[in-house]
């Protein structure tokens, strides 16, 4: 009886160890760098799944003014839920660098800029170091990151498939998506003393003409209404009671949204 107890203790020790060590990966941080203009830009890679030789997603995650890759990775826990589901996937956090003219932290998203040319060389880089599927490109990102994840997913649109922003964005960083534009699933609270709801319907509105959709809508679910007719999704989930900040479940719904996309990469 003592060695059986003796060894399932001695298992037990061993899952321990296992998901300790599975916890110290997911806590740890892989920060890298690379130079755009002159300048040292750095960003946090995660990997979530088991390895394979499968061609994974790649989902960008920005942060909003004055915020951190690695306060964000946590702050929208879109990386944890596809860990809970057991889905694979790499995840990439950029560090903003100081806005022009201000004392503060935040994206250029001209679609000519310096951070866009810091995506490419992330998705340049990544994509040699990890077999990405690049039919699955998306991006989100929230309040001044939500309109990085626009601008990037309209400025390169011919790579990203979809986006979610949450809680921000601006129509300017729409207007680079004039011919074609990626599928869209805006988040954002009913309280949001930062984000007027006028101002994100407007950015909704300017995805529903570009997708070709009709006026009607439908509910995807109880926060969310998908207009119909779209040649691509276009989705507005508004929180009731939720300040500048993201929902409980927010994370956990932009990436079953984004999950939803099948490869469409020649095998």
Same mark, same amino acid.
């Given at each position: 009886m003592g060695r059986i107890f003796f060894g399932r203790a001695i298992a037990g020790l061993a899952l321990t160890a296992f998901a300790a060590s599975a916890l110290f990966v997911r806590c740890s941080r892989d920060t890298r760098t690379v130079v755009i203009d002159g300048i040292e830009r750095t960003y946090d890679v995660l990997v979530e799944g088991e390895p394979s030789a499968d061609p994974v997603p790649l989902v960008f995650v920005f942060h909003g003014r004055n915020g951190s890759a690695w306060k964000i990775r946590y702050r929208t826990g879109i990386a944890s839920a596809a860990h809970e589901l057991g889905d694979r996937a790499v995840f990439v956090f950029p560090q903003g660098a100081e806005y022009p003219g &201000?004392?503060? #932290?935040? !994206?250029?998203?001209? /679609? =000519?800029g310096p951070d866009m040319r810091f995506m490419d060389a992330i998705v340049r880089t990544l994509g040699e170091n990890y077999s990405i599927d690049r039919s699955r490109l998306f991006a989100s990102g929230f309040s001044w990151g939500a309109e990085m994840a626009i601008a990037f997913g309209c400025c390169r649109r011919d790579m990203v498939?979809?986006?979610?922003?949450?809680? &921000? &964005?601006? !129509? =300017?960083? *729409? $207007?680079? /998506?004039?011919e074609q534009a990626p599928a869209y699933r805006m988040t954002i609270g009913d309280n949001d003393p930062i984000v007027p709801l006028k101002v #994100?319907? %407007? *950015?909704? +509105?300017?995805?529903? *003409?570009?997708? &070709? /959709?009709? $006026?009607?809508? %439908?509910?995807? +679910?109880?926060?969310c209404r998908a207009y119909d007719d779209c040649r691509n999704p276009v989705i507005q989930c508004i929180y009731p009671g939720v300040s500048h900040e993201v929902p409980e479940d927010g994370g956990r719904e932009i990436w079953k949204f984004l999950r939803s996309f099948p490869s469409t990469a020649s095998p």
């Open positions: &201000g004392n503060f #932290v935040a !994206w250029q998203a001209a /679609c =000519d498939r979809a986006i979610a922003p949450m809680s &921000g &964005g601006t !129509w =300017d960083s *729409v $207007d680079a /998506c004039r #994100v319907q %407007h *950015v909704t +509105d300017e995805f529903r *003409v570009r997708q &070709g /959709c009709s $006026d009607r809508t %439908h509910s995807s +679910d109880p926060n």
